[in-house]
């Protein structure tokens, strides 16, 4: 069941990766499935929740004790809380940057979507330390 979950935060983090990039690609050619696509890039970042807490809530637990116990305890103290934080603006940040799509403010939108693909590359780079950082 873990593995499944965590398959599933990965493939829809790099889904909202991915799709983000094609949004900046297609912005100032104006595309008209841009904004559906918008809308759906900004959904997935929502539906991203739903692994992330079920890993949270549910086997984050051991993995902490261990990270705590490992010689990397600064990975829990640092960058899983600020990860645990910063993962919740996502689903904004790309709300933001699709409602700026749908309302025609493609220069505006840029900046939201860039955001939004820097923030996720970190949390993915984050997670992949604390995943460490268990290990170690």
Not at 52 to 71: D, E, Q, V
Not at 111 to 126: E, P
């Amino acid at each position: 069941m873990r593995d499944l979950v965590l398959l599933g935060h990965i493939i829809l983090g790099l889904a909202l990766i991915a799709f983000s990039i094609i949004i900046l690609l297609y912005l100032p050619k104006r595309a008209k499935w841009l904004k559906p696509f918008s809308a759906l890039t900004a959904g997935i970042s929502w539906l991203l929740l739903l692994p992330s807490g079920k890993l949270y809530l549910t086997f984050y637990p051991a993995t902490k004790t261990l990270i705590k116990a490992g010689s990397w305890p600064w990975a829990h103290a640092i960058l899983m809380e600020t990860k645990e934080h910063w993962g919740l603006l996502l689903p904004l940040i790309t709300t933001v940057a699709a409602g700026l799509v749908f309302s025609n403010q493609p220069k505006e939108s840029r900046k939201w979507w860039v955001l939004a693909i820097l923030l996720s590359v970190l949390l993915a780079v984050m997670g992949r330390l604390v995943k460490m950082g268990a290990l170690a």
